[in-house]
């Protein structure tokens, strides 16, 4: 905790020098909370360039959605990473990125995003369009638009430069019912990719950590991988990103719905040389940490198999692996069973090792 | 701003003996963010009770929901209000009442809401509850349903307090199409009541004045007016309630959105006289103070009258009355009138006389 109260870590907020809509102001002020003038040249300047359609150009306090007929898909996030620029992405990526994960992994199609900030007086707005660019970006590449938004402005020292909330919508079709509660003894445990990525790249950043370089975060939107999973088998029990928590609160998380046990081969779980040897000198077992770009998916075992072959094509699922199996033992809890045939329960982290990590 | 970093004024926080419930931690620890342990006991002792029902407590990812056929309108807000609680309300009403009214003002029913937590380490467990109870009694007022949440924790010094999210989805049929853009010359506008109450109750409260005690926020959810409103009539132009930046930027943007005037006279705006007693002493102009429990509604004259009727019959609408009307002079402008016939024109406030308001 002691490296908290420090200057953020600049290093990946370079090129800070792009230019910058032109305003009288280089920092956040109060006033741009206040609903006046500069409330106005902040949503003209910064926000509107970023996000513009037509939904939000209207600037009415609420926007205005046609969605497919069908269910829909509803969930939030807020985002406070620390530091704010890490390798391979930002807040404002996890803040896209993290919502469309939420909603995509119930089989929905994420459409429209909520974003609500809390800024910090005197924060760069050369950060701020940083991140907005980021944010642009991500939307981009998930083909969600951000149609309704709000900021509020804290004073110095009442917040930390900037908490992002977003609320996203999905369109969902009347037939998938996705569901941890679903899961029945021998349904397979398949996992998309590397674990630990995102965690360990925030964490050796803030650490300072030499080989900080190497390891990047893994944020990105899985709605293109988790449409082609159900384009490949629609026999998909449930799907869960594994973020805060890591593997383990996800695992933990089906068992527990479930009521059943699960079974998982410490020995197939794929992890980066550099992450696994970051994991080592900071202590922390890489199941435990957050990723921001995978899923773990439960499917019958017939449904497994053609599962992981669309994801091995897909970009994001090329590491795709089945990592152990729904079991009859133990129900409710996690076992983890290592190359001797050695079975150990896997647990929730009972501490914070981690803390703003997404 | 010089009481920003003073402790809360606890004065409005009494009853904080009431049961909380049983947990080995009475304040916020880094560890209720890590999404383990102690991230679940907060779901299951403290945020489930309060807003249980069948979509929350699947505790997925995500909420999935049946909306009635049409549109929907969506929207969010965040609130940083300090102190949390004031008289008359809580950032916890707050946050339940700004949403679901920024979601009816386009005629909608507000139906779901997510809620997004930043929590300061350290804060009381107790003032959260009491925050969550208030956020219980007015969703259930406004009968909308919690449905799915976040929480992050950060780092004593990293925020202050509890800053909350929320956003909203409401039903909206196929016919209603209000926006600020639709109005007419000859329009007229209607103020649902008393200005200024939210703000100055919180200035008040904030400032320690003498005359606190009596005045009160007016934050209460607005679907039920509305609901009277549109069954009165269909020809309401727009409606915005007049949050942060008072009635004058809420007929800012309703004159640029038109690209008409608005010509409202100052002698029939209501005002209570303690309010307008703190505001002088203050030096603060009512017209800039936030309301958190009001709305402006633009109609044409035939229509004017048919609602101002029927939101008498309201409670929450018994001092409604016709301000002004919308001109064809000085487009994007709003002139205010005096008894004298004296016009000025209502800008927006260029600075931030009232930080963290909501």
Chains 1, 2 share one sequence.
């Not at 704010?84 to 996890?94: E, Y």
């Not at 970009?315 to 001797?340: D, Q, S």
Request: hydrophobic share 45%; aromatic share 4%; charged share 20%.
């Amino acid at each position: 905790m002691k490296d908290h109260n420090r200057k953020e870590n600049w290093s990946y907020a370079c090129g800070l020098t792009c230019p910058v809509p032109l305003t009288d102001h280089d920092s956040v002020q109060l006033a741009h909370g206040s609903g006046g003038k500069l409330s106005a040249e902040l949503i003209s300047k910064f926000f509107q360039p970023r996000f513009s359609n037509n939904i939000l150009d209207r600037l009415e306090d609420q926007a205005v959605l046609e969605l497919p007929p069908g269910r829909l898909a509803f969930s939030t996030d807020t985002f406070v990473v620390d530091p704010l620029f890490f390798p391979g992405g930002s807040i404002g990526d996890l803040a896209i990125n993290g919502t469309v994960n939420d909603v995509c992994m119930c089989g929905a199609t994420p459409l429209y995003l909520s974003v609500g900030f809390v800024l910090e007086e005197g924060l760069s707005l050369a950060v701020l369009h940083r991140i907005l660019l980021d944010m642009e970006k991500s939307a981009g590449r998930a083909g969600v638009r951000v149609v309704t938004g709000d900021t509020k402005v804290v004073h110095r020292g009442g917040g930390d430069k900037v908490f992002i909330n977003t609320a996203g919508i999905g369109g969902l079709g009347d037939d998938l019912r996705l569901s941890a509660a679903s899961l029945r003894v021998g349904d397979k445990i398949i996992l998309s990719g590397t674990l630990a990525d995102h965690g360990m790249a925030v964490m050796a950043c803030r650490q300072g950590l030499s080989f900080q370089a190497s390891i990047a975060s893994d944020t990105v939107p899985l709605n293109g991988l988790v449409n082609e999973m159900l384009r490949a088998s629609r026999g998909i029990r449930a799907m869960r990103d594994p973020t805060r928590g890591g593997l383990a609160a996800t695992l933990n998380e089906f068992a527990r719905s479930a009521n059943l046990g699960l079974m998982v081969d410490r020995e197939v779980l794929p992890v980066r040389p550099e992450v696994a040897g970051a994991c080592e000198v900071l202590g922390i077992d890489p199941l435990h940490v957050a990723n921001e770009g995978k899923l773990v998916a439960v499917a019958p075992p017939e449904e497994a198999d053609k599962l992981v072959a669309a994801m091995h094509k897909h970009a994001l699922g090329r590491e795709a692996v089945v990592i152990g199996e729904v079991v009859e033992a133990h129900p409710g809890l996690v076992a983890l069973k290592n190359n001797l045939g050695v079975l150990q329960v896997l647990d929730l982290p009972m501490g914070e090792q981690l803390p703003r990590i997404c």
